[in-house]
């Protein structure tokens, strides 16, 4: 399945700006997605992202996503929603994954965990819609991020905005983009077991 075509399917049958609480991984890969989706929607950022070691790392890509969102929208319309560090839960969702390869198990894993605390966020704050920058990524698997995203969608009874950011040039584009706002780009996707792989 095309899920990007998807995307595009729900943003031309709207017939007035929903919301939408967008989980962000980092700043860079949510330039592209940030600039397609403020169009549609009333975009709320979502920073929970647990599997970010060390704190300080976690720290570092949450301040430079805040510092994107304010020179990238100066007009003020999409907001931004924070989280406590909350590495532990994510380390005793994957233990015993430890040693998997990085996009295995531990991954899809970790995917889940995020994309629950966001469906659980909207059902609280009352948003029409929930998803995520993941799929911008080339090094994330879509399919699984999206089938994730249509069970939890059943599950808490809010809609789940399909995408595969990465077509289209999405991914290039955000690296263009993280270029333009001198956006520090990290080497890792963030849990330490992946980076020391």
Do not use: W
């Not at 017939?15 to 989706?37: I, Y």
């Not at 699984?144 to 399909?162: F, H, R, T």
Request: with cysteine; net charge positive.
């Amino acid at each position: 399945m095309n899920y990007q075509n998807k995307l595009f399917e729900i943003i031309d049958r709207l017939e007035e700006k929903p919301t939408l609480l967008l989980h962000s991984c980092c700043g860079p890969c949510s330039t592209t997605c940030l600039a397609l989706l403020k169009k549609h929607f009333l975009v709320t950022v979502l920073y929970y992202n647990p599997n970010i070691e060390p704190e300080a790392e976690y720290e570092k890509r949450k301040k430079e996503q805040i510092r994107f969102l304010k020179e990238s929208d100066k007009e003020g319309e999409i907001k931004f929603l924070d989280c406590d560090y909350d590495n532990e839960t994510f380390r005793s969702k994957t233990k015993g994954l430890e040693k998997e390869v990085e996009g295995g198990a531990r991954c899809g894993v970790c995917f889940r965990l995020r994309l629950q605390y966001t469906a659980e966020k909207a059902k609280e704050l009352g948003f029409t819609y929930f998803g995520t920058t993941l799929t911008v990524s080339p090094h994330k698997n879509s399919k699984v991020i999206n089938e994730i995203g249509a069970v939890l969608e059943s599950i808490y009874g809010i809609k789940y905005l399909y995408s595969d950011f990465k077509k289209q040039d999405g991914y290039k584009k955000s690296i263009e983009l993280s270029k333009a706002y001198q956006l520090y780009r990290q080497d890792y996707c963030g849990c330490l077991y992946g980076r020391d792989v």
